[in-house]
């Protein structure tokens, strides 16, 4: 992939100052389109050779366009928030907003093509690591996002040259570093590292464009150029119609399902209720308070029909738990900071540190559920956030974040009682709304989607668990000791 | 202030269940009634005796009232982002929207009081921190907040017996760890320090609310009736009418003021600009590179006339720096999560970390200057900012962080020059809105409260520097000078 970028490529002094000025207007004014679109956002990736001309390039676009819409990162050694989450969770946090442009020095390249040049990870690592950086640009293109991602290449014979003459002029010589000189001594290794990198994440959506770095009229006009271009492309793309999918989960013709085969009946009765409640109270504070727990960290998604019973749930667990450990996340509508990222980032920002607890109060599966049923989003949508939501949790499992999901189920009849009774409890009936009785007018619906979601994201490492519900102890019980189930199994692996 | 938390207060089972439903009817009424609004965000904090019913209480509350507008947080060990900041940061960053309560277990009292206690700190440790809080709680209160300070009590004997009684019952024992009767030990000390605290604390707009904790139907009833009573009183309140403010800044009588005494004549020239730029280029880049620079960060302010210059400063300024250590925050209209909290949080927000740099163009200065002049907020409000902003910086200076702000001085005629030149270059007018003419129009209004700003917050620790900025060139090495001899100051602290 690097050859064409060590053939000498120049551009005359006169020639770039002739085309500046037309490149300038052009990617001002795409800024300016973008700006006031707020469609989409711009995300461009500069990575290559030290000293081909990536700061340059940056300082040079901020200078083009309107710096006050760019936002420009950097990513160094991660913190301990960062370190203790999946590795990506930095990256979600600096995504920029619909209509801004992010330029991002080093990414999610940087870490597996240094682990895999230093020889800490083997070839199978950076495959996975490869795999799973194409499903999240994908993710990331399907939400809309313009990936643009540049690489800056100078030759072997090149680098050593241009980090010489920087070093040779007094003025510039604190442009380079030991750690340039250390790095130059990979220079083989790393350029075939990431040369099999770019080849296997230059995918149609998101292609690498390989620049090379020596002369800067030649490397400022072209990556100008790209960016433009691709930025012109991109805006005059018209919205996306929705694409029918050919093919949609369909109800079992037996339409028995993995909702009504529970057994609705299962009751504690109120003394060993009392009883269980403290035991497994008492085991789960244990359980987070093991040496062992102090590595890993709980997600628990709460999910159910209306009234079933989820915020008592989560109250007997956080009853149990010390407030520095847990947050409880109760899922509305995004804010406006919200909305300007893809779906999943929402979720992503609340992601728990080591040692600590998320719970969500209903969570990323209202994008299969309430989204689907209410048509907030397309088909096409829901469809794929059945793999993007299985791609998530498996960054989570593989992390050492012990997942749990539970649905709590009630029968059409429980529901009915429990509504009225809320109505009837002057303290209860903030808990119904006009919303709770439309809901279950749409109940076959909501089953229909809850068998799927089920089906499609019910997984080895997150399965879900579903709760017979009509009676709120039993219900209570088995919430807790599957977590704490969970959380030991964990330990064993 | 705890003799009358120990009288043995207690409530009857009978008239507990006689009262609760009333009062969560009312919690949650007034809970929806502030949701609704939106006004005001409520802090609760609760601190106490272990032992005395924090978390329970906390717990009914949430299952009081609706839990999914309620956050609760825990402060356990800050993490390094949080260590990093100033200690303040870690509470901004927790701060509840408005419309929402926000449940504080810890809060800005625990390490005060625990470093008092364990003798880490003197007495005029102390001191300064109550001071500091009062600062902050006031600066909560005048924003709007309500603030409910509750501390829940035990005398010596009763904490005793609670912890035995926990630990003697299999279920509960988990409750009662280690780390409990280690702190029971320092009880006396506690007692004393906590009691000097809240004493210096209890103002009249955020008192501290003292609950005997050993019966719980009393101290349950208690905190429940105390935070109603709190809620209905502050929703009753009619919206404040501004207040006059008596005294405002007059403009000196002769007219002479910082700005029009500047020389705007001073010129560098092409040659002496280029080799000055690359001097101070590379001075700023090693200095940032220094060890001692690892136990520090810099936050420089750029403010100025429009069109003096401030982008094409702060670019000289990143075009030095690697990218992974600095952040250019564009200040424009605050998002909606933003608008939602005290007016500093959205700068809190951006602070760096120890050895990085926050550059923001315009800053919290947009309070005394645009909201002044534009009247988007009231006398009373910039009138308190200057104070605020004081704090806010000295909180900075005081953790080490350097703070450099910057006004970029341009005359009138030379701004026009400069319109007119915007407007005739293609690339450049978009740099150039009728928001830009129609402030030149009110250029005697900003001058005004230029020079009050210079007045009210050029402090010793944090001064201003203005820069006359007829010749961009001069004015560029001039801040790059003026950062480099502040970090360089900062060392021989």
New interface residues.
């Given amino acids: 992939m690097f050859e064409s970028a060590e053939v000498g490529h120049q551009i005359s002094r006169e020639e770039y100052k002739t085309r500046v ?1 037309a490149l ?2 052009g990617l ?1 004014a795409a800024q ?1 389109q973008l700006l006031e679109s707020a469609k989409f956002p711009v995300i461009l990736i500069v990575g290559g050779v030290d000293g081909a001309g990536k ?2 390039t ?2 040079l676009f ?3 366009m ?4 760019i936002q ?5 050694n991660p ?3 960062e370190r203790q989450r999946p590795p990506m969770w930095r990256f979600w946090r600096a995504l920029p907003p619909k209509g801004r442009i992010g330029m991002l ?2 990414s999610w390249y940087t870490q597996p093509v240094v682990d895999r040049v230093c020889g800490n990870t083997s070839r199978s690592d950076l495959i996975a690591s490869i795999e799973e950086i194409r499903d999240f640009e994908q993710m990331l293109v399907t939400e809309g996002a313009l990936v643009v991602k540049l690489w800056f290449h100078l030759s072997k014979k090149a680098q050593r040259q241009r980090l010489k003459d920087l070093e040779s002029d007094p ?5 380079v ?1 030991e750690t340039d000189w250390e790095r130059f001594k990979n220079y083989d290794k790393f350029r075939k590292v990431s040369e099999y990198t770019l080849r296997e994440t230059s995918t149609d959506s998101a292609p690498w464009m390989v620049i090379e770095g020596n002369d800067p009229y030649y490397r400022y006009l072209t990556a100008g150029t790209i960016l433009l271009n691709a930025l012109t492309r991109r805006l005059a793309q018209p919205p996306k119609a929705p694409t029918p999918i050919s093919l949609l989960p369909m109800p079992a013709l037996d339409s028995r399902n993995v909702l009504n085969t529970l057994d609705y009946t299962q009751k504690l009765g109120r003394k060993v209720y009392e ?1 269980q409640l ?2 497994w109270q ?1 085991r789960l ?2 359980l987070l ?1 093991d040496k062992r727990f102090a590595s890993r960290s709980l997600v628990a998604v709460f999910e159910g029909q209306d009234a079933a019973g989820k ?1 008592g749930s ?2 007997r667990i ?2 149990a738990l ?7 996340i ?1 899922v ?1 509508a995004p ?3 919200e909305r300007a990222k893809p779906w999943l980032w929402r979720f992503w920002r609340h992601l728990p ?1 080591k040692g600590q607890v998320t719970l969500y ?1 209903r969570s990323w599966y209202g994008r299969v559920l309430v989204e689907r049923v209410e048509k907030f989003a397309t088909e096409a949508d829901w469809m794929r956030a059945y793999q993007e939501i299985n791609n998530f949790e498996e960054q989570l499992v593989r992390n050492d974040i012990v997942v749990v999901k539970f649905w709590l189920a009630i029968t059409k009849d429980e529901q009915l009682k429990r509504f009225r009774e809320r109505e009837e409890v ?2 209860k009936n ?2 119904i709304t006009p919303d709770d009785w439309r809901n279950r007018r749409k109940w076959k619906a909501y089953e229909t989607a809850v068998c799927d979601m089920v089906a499609h994201t019910s997984t080895e490492n997150s399965p879900w668990t579903l709760v017979p519900s009509n009676d709120v102890e039993h219900a209570r019980i088995v919430v807790l000791r599957t977590i704490c189930e969970a959380i030991e199994a964990s330990f064993n692996r």
Same sequence: chains 1, 2.
């Fill in positions: 000025p300038r207007e001002l300016y700061g340059e940056v300082n901020n200078e083009w309107d710096p006050r819409h420009t990162h950097g990513f160094g913190t301990d928030e020095f080093g003025k510039t010589r604190w442009r570093t009883e403290e035991i008492g504070n244990l308070r915020g989560i109250r956080t009853a010390d407030a520095r450990r847990y947050k409880v109760p509305a804010t406006d900071e540190m109060d002057s303290f903030h808990k």
